[in-house]
């Protein structure tokens, strides 16, 4: 078992608590950090969770209304990060994350060189934070409702892509199980979350398949999605983000990684490997990371020129961890 006890303490401790989560919210950051707000709350806590950027609408349907604030409603004593692992995530609102004296961090990312937050539970080997967040209130005590229960199952199967990657283990399959008889409406959540595309979107996708290019003979697979894509598909920023996981399926690759534009000199990397830690290892070349085998950075630079820096490195990484894994093997 994980040790709670710091982060218990503190949360039964603090009167006013608020919540944050990484930007560019997906299934696990809007479950963990929505199913512990409704817990606090039920243990008579004041709680809002401080967004920074909006909630993506294919998410929407998991939040009960009240649950996000713009700005601090109040002055919390106690800050809680909730599946994000690096302070740099917390963009604008780092002056608030840090005006109380408290602070915890639940956390699944590969934590960086200076962990931040006064008590800390991070585990990189956990599938997804909704699951920390499952265990904490566990290990609380706390009322678990269907509306959490929800929450929870929703970020697990959001970040295990359905228990499809490689850290969805008897722990993952458990709380999975468990969650259900809490009433967790996996039916519901699966077809919402995992296969509920716009059409719009899907052209999107097909549009990045088409400019895919390998390199590394094969081992690597390189796309991007340009902002006058969504315009001319009428598609939303948020259909980029599945672009990723079809690059993934392609046989041959080991490392996937697609450039997502957000302005005229601004890309978000999204990278994918399958058994390596390439995906991290990538996107720490340009100043990122997070999981090893699921990273993402933020390159200032057009897309022409970050598809050639990122392939760039790509290269360099496939060919160099060959070159290693050849020479594991006696081959060199
Ligand atoms: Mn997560």
New binding site residues.
Partial sequence: MRDFSQIREKLYACEKALIFTHTNMDG??VGSSAALCLALRKLGKECFILKEDELPGYLSFMVPEGLFADEPPFAQDLSIAV?MGNDARLENRREAFYAPKNSVCID?HVPPQTPFADARVVDPRCC??SLLVFELLKDMGAEIDKDMADLLYGGIIS?TGSFKYDKSGPDAHRAAAELIELGADYEKLSVLLLDNRSLAGIRLEDRAMARAAFVSGGKGIISCVLLSDLEELSARPEDMETVIDRLRSVESAELAAVLKQRGERLCKLSARSKQSCLARALCECFGGGGHDKASGATLEMDPESALAAVSAKAEELLSGSLAASAGERGLT
């Fill in positions: 696990d950051a599946d699944h997804a934070a970040d």
